[in-house]
């Protein structure tokens, strides 16, 4: 069985600018920064934070649905459902990437975490 790398990318890293989508990405840093542009959290949603796991084609798609690891919503189970749908969209927004081809080589198939997070209070 093949061994599945994991990289977290925490949204605090990766504030730096980064090139348009329509741009070839370069790094992991350009993809999360790519990511996390593409997210807009629910309104009221302060303190809370949702972790998503993915692996990526070499074509920016998806390999199947991003899957729930953690979640830290503030509120009930109506808050919770609708922070976790809110980050899988922004996931699904952001899609298909664009690779560059040395990135593309190295990415697909291997499993990648994204903390989408509120702002603190």
């Not at 730096?16 to 790094?27: C, E, G, H």
């Not at 920064?33 to 934070?49: F, G, K, L, Y």
């Not at 996931?91 to 190295?106: M, T, Y």
Request: aromatic fraction near 8%; proline fraction near 7%; hydrophobic fraction near 45%.
């Amino acid at each position: 069985m093949k061994m599945a790398s994991f990289l977290t990318m925490a949204g605090a890293l990766l504030a730096a600018p980064f090139p348009s989508l329509a741009a070839s990405l370069n790094s992991m840093n350009e993809v999360g920064a790519a990511m996390q542009a593409c997210w807009t959290p629910p309104a009221n949603s302060e303190n809370s934070s949702v972790t998503l796991s993915f692996s990526f084609k070499r074509d920016g798609t998806l390999i199947g649905p991003p899957r729930t690891t953690a979640i830290h919503v503030v509120g009930d189970d109506k808050a919770r459902k609708a922070y976790v749908d809110a980050a899988i969209k922004a996931l699904n927004d952001c899609l298909p990437l664009s690779f560059s081809p040395a990135l593309a080589q190295g990415i697909a198939g291997n499993v990648f975490t994204l903390q989408f997070s509120s702002p603190k209070k």
